[in-house]
């Protein structure tokens, strides 16, 4: 079945330093695919996707590329800041748009 | 624009109690509806979906139940809350588009 593995956090970094979050699935076909984000005490917010192979997402100065021979799609951002402290979702969409998310990444950033 | 509503916020029940969540959305028609439940430090999972009126899919069992009454209302009930129902859940809608859209969250405590 369809499933999304990422990178367990927390991941803790400095303000302005280069974040990526490891993402892979397993689907059958060819899913959409997605990161959500969550700040504290809310709910998900869609950060970006990518519908096929090869696009890439952005959102916000973060990055995302759909990767079909790896079938990964990794999060990644050039200079993080402490707004960005929160915890992020990788996740794909499978018939019906049901969503199958991964566990979660708690990226915590300091000043 | 589409907005969704969901009630209430936090709620705070004794085992054994029943249980009411209601989900709104406004400003789109025929939405798939879903609920999702997130168990503390752990991932999301998908309880239940609708792709319209009175047409509910489950996709894990529990002691839970979804009704969806109107087109843009789902609603989620239990006869009997357990402690293990305890949780966050999120009522999120899609459309035409693959990406879903969440609400605020309602955060169960069954004491």
């Known amino acids: 079945g369809n499933s999304v593995t990422q990178m367990e956090g927390p991941v803790t970094l400095s303000e302005e330093a280069f974040l990526t979050i490891n993402c892979t699935y397993t689907?059958?076909?060819?899913?959409?695919l997605f990161w959500y984000v969550q700040y504290p005490g809310e709910g998900l917010q869609l950060l970006l996707k990518?519908?096929?192979?090869?696009d890439k997402g952005s959102n916000k100065g973060f990055e995302a590329t759909y990767r079909k021979e790896t079938t990964s799609f990794h999060l990644e951002k050039g200079s993080v800041q402490v707004s960005d402290s929160a915890v992020y979702f990788c996740?794909?969409?499978?018939?019906?748009?049901?969503?199958?998310f991964g566990a979660g990444t708690r990226l915590a950033v300091h000043p | 624009s589409q907005t969704i509503h969901q009630w209430p916020a936090t709620l705070v029940q004794p085992v054994g109690s029943p249980l009411s969540l209601e989900c709104t959305v406004e400003g789109t028609s025929n939405p798939n509806l879903y609920w999702y439940r997130q168990a503390a430090g752990r991932g999301l999972q998908l309880l239940f979906y609708?792709?319209?009126?009175?047409?509910i899919s489950s996709e894990v069992p529990q002691n839970l139940s979804a009704s969806r009454p109107q087109d843009r209302q789902f609603i989620l009930s239990s006869k009997k809350l357990l402690l293990s129902d305890s949780g966050f859940y999120l009522c999120a809608w899609t459309t035409q588009g693959v990406e879903a859209f969440f609400g605020q969250g309602t955060r169960l405590t069954v004491v």
């Open positions: 996740a794909l969409s499978g018939g019906y748009n049901k969503l199958i």
């Open positions: 689907a059958t076909g060819y899913p959409s």
């Open positions: 990518a519908t096929k192979a090869d």
């Open positions: 609708s792709v319209g009126i009175g047409q």
